[in-house]
């Protein structure tokens, strides 16, 4: 054993320790459950797996704050869970009346949670105030708004961009009220979801009760009380216990005995969500694309999924999973497990004797699991790869605007739309790409993928861009998570989606759960 190998394992130590701690008292956080077992019959009680960055759908750059922003605001648009077709929201029609030009057509008499209009008006105030934000990327290609009469929206754009729809159904499309302009906003949050924000205790809890004034058909459940639990293994015990109706993001290896409780059902879909290596292409080592193929052949995906999640998943060699339309069976051999190949690809870049390599990662469980592994892979081609575990919120800091690491070992949530996924993770300017180095003769193969409706063109144009993606390595994919989802066996109304971020507002438990 080397002396780096007895330190990474004494940090490891030390955080699992810390988190048993955090779990223990997550898990006394939850409180006791109601008689039965259950929550009270008006409330459902669901666990999320991270803090939200924010309440402001604008504001917040995480893609696990979905689940807790779905319940508290509408989008434009919607989706159909299990293919992602564009579906009405609080936009009940649409079409590009040329091809720089969306209309969108409101449904009548929407108010926000607060009784306020949500006209066309509104819309354009959010999309507008949108552009201005943390996440503006996803509208950069938009060049105005307009709202002819209340219930019109008319979106121009540079450039053709059939993305432009879906992206509406996600946080662009999450309208904000009026109050938006107050500097509290994000703890006192107005929108048009089914849900309104009672209290927030980061940290903890987020509380919320039935919005009266939703568009559509009433959520089931009068409260949803949505518990802040980062230890999966915290959670499935709260699962068991009964202090908890739903949770995903579990354990894989708590599957069987969520299985054998005979109170739970059991699903581990594979999503667009998948565990990959940013890299900051501006530092060394990364600087040198023949280190970064090193990487991705040195990694064994297949090892890494069993190690990690029990082979609840699949390895990713694309940024789309095997079940997307966009998907490239072409290119399914990017990337074998070469370790000679790699070996050769560093002493090339001038990396014979080794370099070391500094990563952030989040600090639970599974994800020191899954960088011990990385780190061994990694170990085999002289990379010594030191990841520090912390607080996600405070890593993606670190990690993406301070430039306090050469990468960090996260997840890429998914897109509704594969152009927001392509752009987001590689695009010169994104957040994402903290080092702001261009893939060659990409974005030109992505504004082709974007300028047409016609999903054989568009896949065409993906799977070109996928070969770029390849030559240049400017990520590590490592695998598509299978999400597993665990609920109470009172609780109906769940459909799980390929986006992966769960929508749990109109889940209904029978009285007496």
Request: charged fraction near 20%; include cysteine.
């Amino acid at each position: 054993m080397t002396p780096n190998r007895t330190t990474a394992s004494a940090v490891v130590r030390r955080a699992l320790l810390g988190l048993l701690g955090v779990a223990l008292l997550v898990t006394a956080a939850c409180g006791a459950p109601a008689q039965g077992g259950g929550t009270t019959d008006t409330t459902l009680t669901v666990a999320i797996s991270n803090n939200p960055s924010s309440l402001d759908p604008q504001a917040g750059p995480s893609g696990t704050d979905h689940v807790a922003l779905y319940p508290i605001y509408a989008t434009l648009v919607d989706f159909d869970p299990a293919t992602l077709k564009a579906t009405p929201g609080l936009a009940e029609s649409w079409s590009f009346t040329d091809p720089t030009t969306l209309q969108l057509k409101l449904r009548s008499g929407l108010k926000f949670s607060d009784g306020s209009p949500l006209d066309a008006a509104a819309v354009k105030a959010s999309l507008e105030r949108y552009r201005t934000q943390t996440n503006k990327a996803d509208l950069s290609n938009v060049t105005a708004v307009d709202a002819p009469d209340p219930t019109t929206v008319v979106i121009r754009e540079k450039t053709p961009d059939s993305s432009l729809v879906l992206v509406l159904a996600d946080r662009a499309g999450m309208i904000v009220g009026p109050t938006a302009a107050n500097a509290d906003f994000a703890q006192k949050p107005v929108g048009a979801g089914p849900y309104t924000l009672v209290s927030y205790s980061p940290g903890d809890r987020l509380v919320l009760k039935r919005n009266p004034n939703y568009f559509g058909t009433a959520a089931p459940m009068e409260n949803l009380e949505m518990r802040i639990i980062t230890d999966p293994k915290a959670a499935a015990n709260a699962l068991l216990s009964g202090q908890i109706d739903f949770a995903d993001n579990l354990d894989a290896n708590d599957i069987p005995q969520l299985k054998n409780s005979g109170k739970l059902t059991v699903e581990s879909p594979v999503g667009l969500w998948f565990d990959m290596i940013y890299f900051n292409l501006s530092q060394k080592p990364l600087d040198d694309v023949r280190v970064r193929q090193a990487i991705n052949l040195a990694l064994d995906r297949d090892e890494i999924i069993q190690g990690t999640v029990n082979g609840q998943g699949e390895p990713a060699r694309q940024p789309l999973p095997t079940s997307h339309w966009a998907y490239d069976k072409a290119n399914d051999g990017i990337w074998p497990h070469d370790v000679a190949k790699a070996k050769q690809l560093m002493a090339d870049a001038g990396y014979a004797g080794g370099v070391t390599l500094t990563s952030v990662a989040t600090a639970s469980p599974l994800e020191i699991r899954r960088n011990e592994i990385i780190r061994s892979q990694l170990a085999q081609i002289g990379i010594d790869y030191k990841v520090t575990p912390m607080d996600t919120n405070q890593g993606v800091s670190l990690y993406f605007e301070k430039q306090g690491t050469n990468a960090a070992q996260y997840a890429w949530s998914g897109r509704p739309d594969p152009g927001q996924t392509y752009n987001r993770l590689f695009a010169q300017n994104s957040y994402q790409n903290p080092g702001k180095v261009a893939v060659p003769g990409l974005d030109q193969v992505l504004t082709q993928a974007v300028s047409t409706e016609d999903t054989t063109q568009r896949a065409a144009a993906y799977a070109q861009a996928d070969k770029l993606i390849a030559d240049f390595a400017p990520y590590a994919p490592l695998y598509f998570r299978g999400d597993v989802t665990a609920y109470s066996t009172s609780v109906t109304g769940y459909t799980a989606s390929l986006l992966g971020k769960p929508k749990v507002a109109f889940l209904n438990k029978s009285s007496g759960a």
